[in-house]
């Protein structure tokens, strides 16, 4: 069952416009770890979240291959920072 999202100000259900989209969690010392999301959107005021988190990470930073997974995600169209 797909989840349901409501945006409380409109009481609209929210739609999913992308599925997978990249998150790029920072620390302190930069980027730490790379996320696998999906990107939700109301349809009435177009106010966007994303949810839907793998339940692990693409990458971490101590891992060999960070790096180019990293610039895999900046390179994407649908990369977001938290």
């Known amino acids: 069952m797909a989840p349901l999202y409501v945006h409380p100000k409109c ?6 416009k ?6 790029i969690e920072v620390a ?12 939700w ?3 009435t005021c177009n ?3 994303i949810a839907g988190f793998g339940l692990n990470p693409i990458a971490e930073h101590y891992e060999e291959n960070f790096a180019a997974h990293l610039a895999n995600a ?3 169209d649908h990369a977001y920072y938290c």
């Open 28 to 39: 302190t010392f930069g980027p730490a770890a790379i996320w696998s999301a999906d990107l």
């Open 18 to 23: 992308k599925n997978e989209v990249y998150v």
């Open 74 to 76: 900046k390179g994407s």
């Open 11 to 16: 009481k609209t259900q929210m739609r999913c």
């Open 41 to 43: 959107a109301c349809p």
């Open 47 to 49: 106010e966007r979240m």
